[in-house]
């Protein structure tokens, strides 16, 4: 028998709908000492799945709202148990007086993530699903938003199955062989499986080259913003961030360390990075400052390099165009287009280079536009993109362990060995799916969720 727990799902600010939730074996009864139907019935009586509308009460019996309450009958609902949930107007007064009501008539305080976990624990939801519902919450975009949808719905789920049933297939053959040799099995022969195990490898391989995509997708794309000292760096961020995030000086070196902010341009999700000014100082700080801006690069999928067009381009500048040409998605920007023009387009061995005024906002729509064609999506964000990490590390060592046993099967070893490493990849897809996940990752998994989900 499972608690009832409760929690506000719509978070603590002012809002014209707010909702408490409830789930749990006995959680119907809970709700019915807080809550009073306008029809006279007990809220026992509540058809399943329908609003009905009510008084809700506080721990003295007042009356605190006129709301609606719709109950989900076991093991129709999210959880997989019987839920209630309140509809109340958005006060975080009423809703936090609506709560106290319920602990006192039983209830218990949810946890992190505690509905989502029940129903993953109750085969509602596979882990899979479970771990898109908090990107979807957490979305940013519409193609992020799309693809965690698909993975809620079960995408990602249903490409994994056909490969991990097909190594259950041909693990519990050798093993009924093995185990039942009197019986009338049709003996086990490893060559007449490589096919299954060059698809299955092929397919895990197929789904990891989508992570690059995924992360991206997930957490925006990380564009390092480069250049000498006093070519508009900083205000080349505070124009896409819309307010001065940035200190902005004529003194040169003003920036002496990494500066992130998150914007959107266009349909595109960007981690800007502003780094210090590069180039030969002196001066310890600035020269760790630097050193990270040189790590920033690195790391980045887009590096913004900036310039001062009103004024020829120096040794310096020269120094770090061959630095941001190493990077595979660099873009060029000639900065303080109000200035004059003393830099054009073919002085920059750049495929995209664009005249912007980071003062005025000119020419960051064509930045937009190039980070379209530059990020193309290259796989449907219909939920097959894979995104999270632990999953894309899972799936990793699943593909490395298929790759073993399909060199086993090469060199010729018996059927023990090889499937020693198709029952290792079985185990790392299990975590992705949930079937053989420990206890203390699903844990640290929920704990991403916030209260009330």
Same mark, same amino acid.
């Given at each position: 028998?499972?608690?009832?727990?409760?929690?506000?799902?719509?978070?603590?600010?002012?809002?014209?709908?707010?909702?408490?939730?409830?789930?749990?074996?006995?959680?119907?009864?809970?709700?019915?000492?807080?809550?009073?139907?306008?029809?006279?019935?007990?809220?026992?009586?509540?058809?399943?799945?329908?609003?009905?509308?009510?008084?809700?009460?506080?721990?003295?019996?007042?009356?605190?709202?006129?709301?609606?309450?719709?109950?989900?009958?076991?093991?129709?609902?999210?959880?997989?148990?019987?839920?209630?949930?309140?509809?109340?107007?958005?006060?975080?007064?009423?809703?936090?007086?609506?709560?106290?009501?319920?602990? %006192?008539?039983?209830?218990?305080?949810?946890?992190?993530?505690?509905?989502?976990?029940?129903?993953?624990?109750?085969?509602?939801?596979?882990?899979?699903?479970?771990?898109?519902? %908090?990107?979807?919450?957490?979305?940013?975009?519409?193609?992020?938003?799309?693809?965690?949808?698909?993975?809620?719905?079960?995408?990602?789920?249903?490409?994994?199955?056909?490969?991990?049933?097909?190594?259950?297939?041909?693990?519990?053959?050798?093993?009924?062989?093995?185990?039942?040799?009197?019986?009338?099995?049709?003996?086990?022969?490893?060559?007449?499986?490589?096919?299954?195990?060059?698809?299955?490898?092929?397919?895990?391989?197929?789904?990891?080259?989508?992570?690059?995509?995924?992360?991206?997708?997930?957490?925006?794309?990380?564009?390092?913003?480069?250049?000498?000292?006093?070519?508009?760096?900083?205000?080349?961020? $505070?124009?896409?961030?819309?307010?001065?995030?940035?200190?902005?000086?004529?003194?040169?070196?003003?920036?002496?360390?990494?500066?992130?902010?998150?914007?959107?341009?266009?349909?595109?999700?960007?981690?800007?990075?502003?780094?210090?000014? %590069?180039?030969?100082?002196?001066?310890?700080?600035?020269?760790?400052?630097?050193?990270?801006?040189?790590?920033?690069?690195?790391?980045?999928?887009?590096?913004?390099?900036?310039?001062?067009?009103?004024?020829?381009?120096?040794?310096?500048?020269?120094?770090?165009?061959?630095?941001? !040409?190493?990077?595979?998605?660099?873009?060029?920007?000639?900065?303080?287009?109000?200035?004059?023009?003393?830099?054009?387009?073919?002085?920059?061995?750049?495929?995209?280079?664009?005249?912007?005024?980071?003062?005025?906002?000119?020419?960051?729509?064509?930045?937009?536009?190039?980070?379209?064609?530059?990020?193309?999506?290259?796989?449907?964000?219909?939920?097959?993109?894979?995104? $999270?990490?632990?999953?894309?590390?899972?799936?990793?060592?699943?593909?490395?362990?298929?790759?073993?046993?399909?060199?086993?099967?090469?060199?010729?070893?018996?059927?023990?060995?090889?499937?020693?490493?198709?029952?290792?990849?079985?185990?790392?897809?299990?975590?992705?799916?949930?079937?053989?996940?420990?206890?203390?990752?699903?844990?640290?998994?929920?704990?991403?969720? !916030?209260?009330?989900?």
């Amino acid at each position: 028998m499972s608690h009832t727990i409760a929690a506000v799902s719509t978070g603590n600010q002012i809002s014209a709908i707010g909702i408490i939730r409830l789930t749990g074996d006995d959680c119907i009864a809970v709700a019915a000492k807080v809550f009073t139907l306008y029809n006279g019935k007990p809220l026992s009586k509540a058809p399943s799945r329908k609003l009905c509308l009510g008084e809700l009460h506080d721990k003295d019996g007042r009356v605190i709202d006129q709301c609606m309450a719709v109950c989900s009958h076991a093991p129709h609902s999210y959880t997989g148990e019987d839920t209630v949930e309140f509809h109340c107007h958005g006060s975080p007064a009423v809703l936090a007086a609506g709560l106290e009501a319920l602990y %006192i008539a039983g209830a218990k305080p949810a946890k992190r993530g505690e509905f989502t976990k029940r129903a993953f624990l109750n085969g509602k939801l596979e882990l899979t699903q479970a771990e898109a519902v %908090i990107d979807l919450i957490e979305a940013e975009t519409a193609d992020a938003a799309a693809n965690a949808a698909g993975q809620v719905g079960g995408v990602l789920q249903k490409k994994l199955s056909p490969i991990y049933d097909e190594l259950t297939n041909l693990c519990s053959h050798f093993h009924a062989v093995l185990d039942y040799p009197d019986e009338d099995i049709e003996d086990f022969g490893l060559a007449s499986y490589e096919k299954s195990l060059r698809a299955a490898a092929k397919s895990l391989y197929s789904l990891l080259q989508t992570y690059g995509q995924g992360r991206i997708l997930r957490s925006g794309i990380a564009a390092a913003i480069v250049g000498k000292p006093n070519v508009g760096k900083s205000s080349l961020l $505070n124009a896409l961030a819309g307010y001065d995030r940035c200190i902005v000086t004529d003194i040169p070196g003003t920036t002496r360390d990494t500066v992130e902010e998150t914007v959107m341009l266009g349909n595109h999700r960007l981690r800007l990075i502003d780094t210090a000014g %590069i180039r030969d100082t002196a001066d310890t700080v600035e020269a760790i400052g630097v050193e990270r801006s040189k790590k920033a690069v690195e790391d980045a999928d887009l590096v913004l390099f900036v310039c001062d067009g009103s004024k020829p381009l120096t040794d310096e500048d020269e120094a770090i165009i061959d630095l941001c !040409c190493e990077h595979q998605n660099a873009v060029a920007l000639i900065n303080k287009s109000d200035l004059g023009s003393a830099v054009a387009p073919s002085d920059l061995p750049f495929m995209n280079v664009i005249h912007i005024c980071a003062k005025t906002s000119e020419g960051l729509d064509q930045l937009a536009d190039v980070l379209d064609v530059l990020f193309e999506t290259q796989t449907p964000c219909d939920g097959s993109i894979l995104t $999270n990490t632990r999953q894309f590390d899972a799936c990793r060592r699943a593909y490395e362990a298929m790759l073993r046993s399909l060199q086993g099967l090469k060199l010729g070893l018996t059927p023990d060995a090889v499937l020693t490493d198709v029952e290792e990849a079985m185990e790392a897809m299990g975590e992705v799916t949930g079937a053989t996940v420990r206890e203390d990752i699903t844990a640290r998994i929920f704990e991403r969720f !916030c209260v009330g989900k």
